[in-house]
């Protein structure tokens, strides 16, 4: 792989109500790009194309046309090209695979990538309604009043007839990454306090959503951006040079992986029966990640940031990162080789359960993360000696699959 560079970036604090503070999402998505720029001492006038992850700009705020945002955010920007890329919970990875596209392919040396998402200025109902444009609407999950957790309630029961599923694994996944949330002075749920009982099967305490989902497994509807900057190895030289650093001290992209799975539930889970994997196409962006990085698989990676919109989710990803087998991810689960102190780290950062998930920018805040990681600079979420790190974004219910696999040099 032609290696990409992550100069550094910029994450807004996803506990923040932008629309309750009375600002638009041009704010949040200015004040971010802005704060990125600030960040990494980079000019406007040096960035040469933008690109953004938005999902349903257009349902939560009637705003279509992001990458005309640049333009007003710093008038060195007017005229950059710029472009939106979708889909659904993954389009942050979408809009980076794009930056990276650019570059690999010597038209432009310098990228910013902007992930942004307005979701808390509609009813809890009308978010789940927003966001269930990911499905194949008027096709399936046409009686759930929660969409995605009824949704991901199917895949837990497709999982639990294949290899047995136990709720409190479930429920320690949501634990942990509450936790490791308290670590984090942008999580949004930093502050929010539990009891046991919190992460029980519990109808008062924890209440069911739909099915095997309760309130604790879901991840949280937020407002946030992320913004990271994306550079050739040339332009990375350069710009470490002037600032008396070296390329070992920045992070770059080893690896990715990209797959696209029929639309359907009902399809997926048709077309893996025989397989040992439930979800076969994200098992196969995680792999060519790896391939790409020209590493073996988990052993290699000191932690991961995966996509828990759900607790079984990241229960699933255990196994499709190849942590375990098929199967097996309460094994890692019981044995505490998830846990923030554990071997293999998962979601240290909080994770979309306790950090947050405005679905736009969430795949350009787990790379943004992944490369604090990295370089030592996550703060009180640094797991320590981290050299390599893995992400997995996903979009809809496996549908569209990212898979990153970040590295420094330092190590």
Known sequence: MTKIYIL???????????????KSLFDLFSHSVLSALENTQIDAKDVEVGHVGNFVAELFTGQGMLGGF?????????????????????SGSLAILGAMADI????????????VEMMRNVSGQQAADNLGAAIWVGEEAQQAKYIWPAMFSDLAEEYDERYGLRYDHLAEISKKNFANARRNPNAQARGWQFNDESFSAHDEANPVVEGWMRRQDCSQISDGAAVV??????????????RGLSLADFAFIEGWGHTTAPMLMSTKMASSKNEDYVLPWTRKAISDAYARA?????D??????????FSITEYMAIEHFGVTEPGKAWQA??????????????NPSGGLIGLGHPVGATGVRMMLDASKQVTDSAGDYQVGGANR??????????????????GAERG
């Open 8 to 22: 550094g970036g910029y994450q807004s604090d996803f506990a923040q109500n932008w629309d309750r503070e009375g």
């Open 70 to 90: 640049f333009g007003h955010v710093h008038p060195d920007m007017a005229g950059m090209p710029a472009s939106r890329h979708e889909g659904a919970c993954a």
């Open 104 to 115: 690999e392919s010597g038209r432009y040396n310098l990228a910013c990538v902007a992930g």
């Open 229 to 242: 900057m994306l550079a050739s190895e040339s332009y990375a030289a350069d710009y470490a040079k002037k």
């Open 294 to 298: 020209g590493i073996g698989g988990a």
């Open 300 to 309: 290699a990676l000191d932690a991961i940031e995966t996509h828990d919109c």
């Open 333 to 346: 689960i019981d044995a505490g080789k998830v846990a923030f102190d554990g071997d293999l780290p998962v």
């Open 389 to 406: 790190v893995g992400t997995y974004n996903v979009g809809g219910s496996g549908t569209t699959n990212c898979a990153f696999i970040i």
